[in-house]
């Protein structure tokens, strides 16, 4: 590009422009007292120093450029003007007033009007000096691309309303002549398809195209639309240039170009005024002038034209002219950081209406021009800091978080992958044994305990979100949610952490440090502007991702208690100082828990060991047990996987297993772009499934499945359609739900008394056979009473001794205590104290 | 034709030339370090060039070629600066090419300019990094570097006198030479410091006729910050993370490959010094004119005044040449892998005295943990350990020792750390108390106000001795930075990573700290492994006792066994399939015989015994008696926990 630069590139060359202008930036004059005190001082003030012009403009000239050139500034103030009534032009400080103020320095000797005659003359052949840009081509072929860019494919978000058939740009002209919003963003990929030249030129030369677009872009308004009266003239905002890029990566050959970084703002300033033009009245004869900013500063009239008396001109600050400015930092986002470096930052101009219009936390887009500007060291002194100062001047913003909360699947916005990338992944998808092989991967230090992998890969997954808002039902919660519980130190902590490690928006807490309110969101006065800010916790952080909880029995009931809203509903209602809402929670839970007795007591059922209420129990999907297998066969291999660990190599251990990297693109774009069904035949299987778990308890007079296992399996069996990339959910998956949910079943709800799994272990928290048995006991408590006869009290120790007399089982004091609860629920008799009263 | 003391003492005058010789080819910037490199691996020419750790920042030469040996504590921005510049004469308009390279300010001459629209400007950008002296680093590791520097440097401390009595050529501005001298007046004449004190307090810069004045004193007055607390500006934090260091942070400007470099790296760097006063100058100055002019603006007064901190406080160091060091002991080559015969020849001289050393260290723990061989053992495993890997999110090769039993009251553990002090290059002793949990900072911290990373107890380099004393530690409530502060140690030691808190998001960094716990009964905090102490002897006064342990070692003894704690943790292990086979049967058989006592994370440890074990011993596979020692090391420390759990069982 710019071939006819060879001898200077011209993104240097304009950058050292601006230098010339902003480095000697001088502060904004004061108050004119202290100038009448100090006419010296305020000489160096107001005046540009003087050896500065010479060595800057003569340069200018001396360039035996073979170009013309032509003045952006004339234009901007030239055309559009002419055909527009009641529009004021806008200046836009975002393009920089600096390269503007330049020209109008180099015509002021009354040049000005003599280039826009011969600019007008020479037509075509006119380029803008140190570009390749010749504005009437450039203005007619954006014209053409406003006229005539169709695609009806590309869709996006903001295009609500739009017919995709007809010229977009068009129809958002007619947008603005009805909104009254001068602003038109074009895309710079519509561009680029458009017109790769315009697109090239655009990029590098945004400063003098961007105008010309704006001017274009003007007539074409106010030639269709010609008693439109706006706020201003319309001003072009490019955004998505493709030369989006992180953070890190710009470097100085990006300087004046057209950028698009991505970032989260960590700060913002105040509004700082910036005068763009002054207002002077003369303190003697009251004559007025205006003097427009000129590099930076404004040159105090030293002498008045009316009265000719030296230094009587006065700054009257409310007639002055001011615009918007606002400094911004914006940090690259943490996804884009390489381990163990710490975040860049890069400073962000913003002008006019787009000041405050981000906040410190918001992730956004910016398309900016990026400028360097050199640092001064002191203006006595000719040397100079090595060092530029580097910030970007905005003209376009795009929040890239707002719209997570429109859409779900903003992460295949977010994450866009090669064509080779999907390739490889669409390969991988179609091995057959793509699901042990994934399943594998999956934190391929812990060894075996390949179900539970397998379960925590289909949560990696997730099901499909349903919608069945419009029946009454609201939303089907897809996110799969497991418990593991068992001995300590089967790596069930390091399981969860490499799925927080693996998941883009995972959480990792303990049960034991967080608190309610650690997990929900919390109210919080911002120090700064006493203003309530709403926290958030660990679930709504990690919604669309996965929330580990370690340590989840030794998580206090209230906390827990937060958690029943979260595992269903997916939502998180919130009530505090004032704040009522309800955010989204859909996260995915695993949990870990150890059981009370340190040790997992295979005597007693799940609930009993790890003492978890049963309507939280009933909503995992998956409830694993991790118990240590004694078994030779898994001691040997076991061993052998150990015995690796310790003198493999780093390398040695690359080759063996996916990597870490694959599984996350092959499940984020699994989660992105497929969204099974379920199908014909799969839905027969899966009622079969349900309608065969429900017959198993109905033999023995208890109900052994919930519709909510049917949910479980249904969502299993998508997470498992997904693994393979499938639209449609087909038997297989089925299939597989169904032995996983049933190896899980059989691992936790295997009622140990009779080796039967039952579900209403988990469910009620109890085994039916135990149920029944409190029954019986129930009742015979209540024949020995009533075969005592009408006493009215009886002792409570004499009821047990009695009671155990006469039963052929071992009767402990709770059973006995629970049956006399059930015969007082039954209002048969009350207890006080020690005592048994019959009603 | 430049000679030693060229390069030495003025770097840039070398840079100069082979600018000038090729200038409009842009590889004289890979001259440049080749010629540095080639320098510098001549004869010991790396102790040749003074450290920034050992002398005094004001007794460098300014520009003059230094090393500095730190840990990169946060990193700043990337910056542009002007690679080339042309300066003209706006008489004679004669334009000279400058190269920016190297310096914080474009030189140029009295009669000249810089021309900023220039053609030749060439742009470029270098990344600065914020450096501190290692954290925790010990004292012997200083005064050894220091002192082979001193015999080699007599020559540059000669021409380093001889350039304050007379200024060098190279360097221009005469003011700073007269600080010198001034310096050395402030010692004699500590009023006249306290008048420069006074003076830089009334002018804040603002006087036009002495603005060259009061600067200048302004930038001595920081330097006498180091000696005493200023009475005007509060003090810079240089943000240590440790309390109570001393050195120069410094910022060091990086000019090549700067992504390889990670926070919490050692390096050396081979670099310019640059202390231009005119540095502060700028600073001062836009503190006060930022107020008025928005452009200027963009920062923050907390974010200048880290990020151009005052450069006889915070220098700044141009790198010709930097390296990552794999560990901070003088008495090691720095660089281990190479090949070359030195190095090759020094490992396996000391590798053939090895087993004396360690039984000469294995008597020097026994008595230092009171007669506890098993104990001692245990320790030096826990020395040498490091994580030589991580498999996805389990960092393999940690070894945190928990010493329970520990006598409370006998200052014990302090005189075991400093002990522990003599042996490793960097530690830290960490007493645990509730008051040090809720008020002391663990975890860095992003401030975005200042744009820094504020350091915290926890960031420290690779491979350093984190001693946690829990003995001091009472009951107590802990508040939420104490329960942050607990949470993060554990998180230490089981995930060898510590999580910054960014404010908007955490960022986990990984480290490769060696955790020694001493408690009383088991530790509150998780560990590999916990060794029971059992005293054989309580000496009646356990400060002699222990004081009079390390005289009793021989200087060269205590040298050897720093070299062999230093020297085992960078040797490669491996096993063998026929002992692999071996270890299996074994487990398997263990697990027949009590399922309960044995798991997989028994097998872990014991595994990781025998690598340190066989690594102790030098030996770099597995042999099958190494794997029976550890076995029969685990049991014995086994038994003595069981043994321990009965007594306590009986008390209660």
């Known amino acids: ?839 | 034709m430049p000679c030693v003391g060229d390069w030495l003492n003025s770097p840039l005058s070398i840079v100069q030339g082979i600018f000038a010789q090729n200038v409009p080819h842009s590889d004289w910037e890979k001259k440049v370090t080749e010629y540095f490199k080639e320098k510098l691996k001549e004869n010991n020419a790396t102790n040749w060039v003074p450290s920034l750790n050992d002398v005094p920042v004001h007794y460098l030469k300014p520009n003059s070629l230094v090393k500095f040996r730190c840990m990169v504590q946060d990193m700043f921005d990337p910056e542009f600066y002007m690679g080339v510049y042309e300066t003209v004469d706006p008489n004679t308009n004669a334009r000279v090419l400058h190269f920016g390279k190297y310096r914080d300010v474009a030189e140029c001459g009295p009669q000249q300019e810089i021309d900023l629209n220039s053609s030749q400007t060439v742009t470029l950008e270098r990344q600065t990094f914020y450096c501190v002296p290692v954290p925790g680093e010990s004292a012997w590791v200083k005064e050894i570097s220091f002192l082979t520097e001193l015999v080699l440097n007599a020559v540059t401390y000669i021409s380093a006198s001889q350039a304050r009595v007379s200024p060098s050529t190279s360097y221009t501005p005469s003011r700073h030479k007269r600080s010198y001298e001034e310096d050395e007046d402030m010692d004699l004449h500590p009023s006249k410091q306290k008048e420069q004190h006074m003076g830089n307090s009334c002018c804040s810069g603002s006087d036009i006729h002495g603005c060259v004045e009061p600067k200048r004193l302004e930038t001595e007055a920081s330097v006498g910050h180091h000696v005493i607390s200023p009475n005007c500006s509060p003090p810079l934090d240089l943000n240590f993370p440790l309390p109570g260091e001393k050195g120069p942070a410094c910022l060091v400007k990086v000019y090549e490959s700067w992504e390889s470099f990670k926070v919490n790296d050692v390096l050396e760097v081979f670099g310019v010094l640059s202390v231009d006063p005119v540095l502060s100058i700028v600073n001062s100055e836009e503190r006060d004119s930022s107020t008025l002019d928005p452009m200027e603006c963009m920062d923050t007064a907390e974010e200048q005044r880290v990020h151009s901190p005052p450069a006889s406080l915070v220098p700044r160091i141009h790198v010709i040449l930097a390296q990552k060091l794999q560990h901070i002991n003088p008495l090691l080559p720095a660089c281990l892998n190479e090949e070359e015969s030195k190095t090759c020849e020094f490992v396996s001289n000391f590798m053939s005295e090895l087993s004396p050393v360690r039984a000469e260290l294995l008597g020097f723990l026994t008595h230092a943990l009171l007669g506890d061989s098993l104990a001692a053992e245990y320790l030096i495993l826990h020395l040498i350990s490091t994580v030589y890997a991580r498999r996805d999110v389990l960092p393999l090769g940690k070894f945190t020792v928990n010493l329970s039993g520990c006598p409370r009251n006998s200052a014990f553990t302090e005189h075991l750390y400093r002990l522990i002090q003599q042996l490793v290059p960097a530690s830290y002793h960490l007493r645990m108390s509730i008051e040090s949990m809720n008020h002391s900072r663990f975890i860095p911290h992003k401030d975005y106000t200042a744009n820094r990373l504020v350091s915290g107890l926890l960031q420290l380099a690779s491979n350093t001795s984190l001693v946690i004393d829990e003995t001091q530690l009472e009951q107590g409530q802990l508040d939420t930075a104490g329960v942050h502060n607990v949470t993060a140690l554990g998180n230490l030691i089981t995930w060898q990573k510590v999580d910054y808190d960014f404010n908007y998001h955490r960022m986990e960094f990984p480290c490769n700290i060696n955790v020694l716990i001493t408690s009383e009964g088991r530790s509150l905090l998780p560990s590999d492994c916990q060794v029971h102490l059992q005293p054989q002897i309580i000496p009646p006064n356990m400060e002699e006792y222990m004081s009079s342990l390390l005289t009793a070692v021989l200087p060269s003894v205590l040298n050897k066994f720093r070299i062999y704690l230093s020297l085992l943790r960078l040797l490669d292990y491996s096993i063998s399939d026929e002992v692999t086979k071996a270890v299996e049967e074994d487990f398997v058989e263990m697990r027949k015989n009590d399922p309960e006592s044995v798991t997989a994370d028994d097998l872990h440890k014991m595994l990781l015994v025998a690598r340190f074990l066989s690594l102790s011993a030098g030996q770099t596979t597995l042999s099958r008696e190494r794997w029976l020692r550890a076995k029969q090391l685990e049991a014995l420390r086994k038994a003595r926990l069981q043994q321990q759990k009965c007594v306590n069982g009986n008390e209660l």
């Open chain 1, 1 to 839: 590009l710019a071939a006819q630069d060879a001898r200077s590139p011209p993104s240097q060359k304009r950058r050292t422009d601006d230098s010339t202008s902003t480095g000697d930036l001088q502060p904004m004059p004061t108050s004119p007292p202290a100038d009448v005190q100090s006419p010296g001082a305020a000489d160096a003030l107001f005046s540009s120093p003087p050896q500065f012009r010479h060595s800057a403009i003569p340069l200018d000239f001396d360039i035996s450029s073979p170009l013309t050139y032509g003045t952006p500034s004339s234009r901007v103030e030239g055309t559009p003007r002419s055909g527009v009534r009641g529009t004021p032009v806008r200046q836009r400080p975002d393009l920089g007033s600096v390269r503007k103020a330049r020209q109008v320095d180099l015509h002021s000797d009354g040049l000005a009007e003599d280039i826009v005659a011969t600019e007008q003359s020479l037509g075509q052949k006119l380029v803008i000096w140190g570009t390749d840009v010749n504005v009437a081509s450039c203005k007619e072929k954006f014209q053409r691309f406003l006229q005539r860019f169709i695609d009806p494919l590309d869709k996006e978000d903001e295009d609500i309303g739009l017919d995709l058939n007809e010229p977009r740009y068009m129809q958002r002209l007619q947008e603005i002549n009805m909104v009254g919003e001068p602003f038109l963003n074009v895309n710079c990929d519509h561009l680029r398809s458009f017109d790769e030249n315009l697109y090239r030129q655009l990029i590098c030369y945004p400063q003098e195209v961007i105008p010309t677009f704006d001017m274009a872009a003007n007539e074409i308004f106010f030639d269709r639309y010609p008693d439109s009266i706006l706020e201003h003239q319309i001003q072009v905002r490019p955004y998505n240039a493709l030369k989006t890029r992180n953070m890190r990566n710009l470097n100085p050959e990006d300087i004046d170009q057209l950028i698009t970084i991505s970032g989260m703002v960590i700060r913002s300033s105040q509004l700082i005024p910036e005068m763009q033009e002054a207002f002077f009245r003369c303190q003697v004869c009251a004559f007025t002038t205006r003097v427009e900013i000129d590099r930076g500063r404004i040159a105090e009239p030293s002498v008045c034209k009316n009265c000719n008396t030296t230094h009587s001109m006065a700054l009257i600050h409310n007639r002055s002219m001011f615009s918007d400015k606002q400094m911004i930092k914006l940090q690259e986002s943490p996804e884009d950081m390489p381990a163990g470096q710490t975040p860049h930052t890069v400073a962000l101009f913003a002008h006019n209406d787009l000041v405050d219009k981000v906040q410190p936390g918001d992730r956004v887009n910016v398309t900016g021009i990026y400028r360097a500007v050199p640092i001064r060291v002191n203006p006595r002194v000719s040397s100079v800091q090595s060092v530029y100062k580097t910030h970007i001047d905005v003209i376009h913003y795009r929040k890239t978080d707002s719209k997570r909360l429109h859409s779900v699947d903003e992460e295949t916005e977010q994450k866009r992958f090669t064509e080779e990338r999907v390739e490889m992944l669409k390969e991988l998808s179609k091995k057959a044994d793509i699901y042990e092989r994934l399943a594998l991967a999956l934190a391929p230090s812990i060894y075996e305990h390949e179900d539970i992998k397998k379960g925590i890969l289909l949560q990696l997954f997730g099901g499909s979100r349903k919608d069945f808002t419009h029946t009454g039902r609201g939303n089907f919660r897809a996110e799969i949610n497991i418990l593991l519980c068992g001995d300590p130190g089967t790596s069930k902590s390091q399981l969860l952490q490499y799925v927080y490690n693996l998941v883009p928006r995972g959480q990792y807490t303990s049960g034991k440090g967080s608190s309610a309110v650690g997990l929900t969101a919390y109210v919080m006065k911002d120090p700064e502007t006493r203003q309530l800010v709403l926290q958030t916790g660990a679930l709504v952080l990690s919604d669309n991702g996965i929330c580990c909880i370690d340590e989840f029995d030794k998580m206090n009931e209230s906390t827990r208690s937060v958690l029943h809203e979260v595992m269903e509903q997916q939502t998180l209602s919130i009530a505090k100082a004032g704040i009522i809402c309800q955010l989204n929670a859909r996260a995915s839970i695993l949990a870990a828990a150890n059981p009370i007795e340190s040790q997992w007591n295979p005597k007693k059922t799940t609930i009993e060991n790890i003492q978890l209420p049963h309507t939280l129990l009933s909503r995992f999907d998956l409830i694993f047990l991790m118990l240590d297998p004694r078994d030779e066969a898994y001691d040997r291999r076991l061993a052998r996987h150990l015995v690796s660990l310790y003198y493999q190599s780093e390398e040695k251990m690359e080759e063996e297993y996916m990597d870490m990297a694959v599984l996350r693109d092959y499940i984020a774009y699994a989660r992105g772009y497929v969204n099974p069904r379920l199908g014909e035949e799969a839905s027969q299987a899966l009622i079969e499934a349900y309608v065969d778990m429900r017959k198993i308890g109905s033999g023995r007079g208890m109900v052994s499945a919930y519709p909510r296992q049917l949910e479980s399996l249904i969502r299993l069996a998508e997470a498992h359609a997904k693994v393979r990339f499938s639209e449609k959910v087909e038997t297989i998956d089925v299939e597989e739900a169904k032995r996983l949910h049933r190896e899980a079943l059989k691992q936790s709800a295997t009622d140990p008394r009779t080796g039967i799994v039952d579900i209403s272990i988990l469910t009620t928290g109890m085994s039916a056979t135990a149920r029944k048995r409190k029954e019986e006991l129930a009742q015979a408590l209540r024949k020995l009473i009533q075969s005592k006869g009408r006493a009215p009290s009886l002792k409570y120790q004499q009821l047990l001794d009695d009671l155990r007399a006469q039963s052929d089982t071992a009767v402990t004091k709770e059973m006995f205590e629970e049956a006399l609860r059930a015969l007082a629920d039954e209002d048969f008799l009350t207890v006080t104290g020690k005592t048994v009263r019959l009603l």
